[in-house]
């Protein structure tokens, strides 16, 4: 695919150092709760997805599916999936069915993290900083930053997390460098409606998170 004129070029040198820094750090929070510190909680986790990168990166080959489920288990009790897929279908989602949008955020999930799985097979050593660490939020919502280093270069990352009703800290959005990962895939699925003449079942078929980052940062 060719490269979109975008601001994510100059803001990222290549598609696997976007993946790794905004969906690498979008796991590291999986025992999140409301008595938690977000802040400290990031960088106290941190060392359980290396962990889960070092032991399983190994069957990327010759077991993918392995290894993809074990990111993905990683990943379920942080991201909030649902609320993140909705996002990302826009205005389109209030004209599809409630099946259609199960089945866009079984295909979001699934193949986002094959997608973040397979880039960051290789990195067990990265260096992290959370760059505004503070103690728990009185709210419902935080901004952590975090600084990334690793042989990609420097990366900051801003993540945003709401607090849900049942008190668990759960990650909605992450800005890379400034650029807004929910509006760009937003963006994204809006193209892929307009080429496809509104065809929301046709646009979910074709749906890959590889290819849109690929296109955004080529």
Known sequence: MSALTSPVKTAVSSPLRWL??????????????????????????????????????????SNPQRYYSAVDRVLEPVVDFNFIARGVMGRYAKQATAAQRAKFTSTFRRDLVATFARGVATFGDMDVKVVNPGSAPGGNRVNVLQEVRSSE???????????????????????????????????????????????????????????????EVG
């Open 153 to 215: 270069g420097l990366t900051k990352v801003s993540f945003t997390l709401v607090r849900n009703r049942s008190g668990q800290w759960k990650l909605i959005n992450v800005i890379l460098n400034g650029v807004n990962l929910g509006k760009t895939f937003r963006g994204q699925f809006a193209q892929a409606m307009q080429a496809n003449g509104g065809d929301i079942d046709k646009v979910i078929a074709n749906w890959s998170a590889a290819d849109k980052v690929a296109d």
């Open 20 to 61: 790794v820094a905004a969906l690498l750090l979008t796991c590291w929070m999986p025992f999140a709760s409301a008595a938690q510190n977000p802040y400290a909680m990031i960088e106290g986790v941190s060392n359980d997805l290396l962990g889960v990168i070092r032991a399983n990166g190994q069957y990327l080959n």
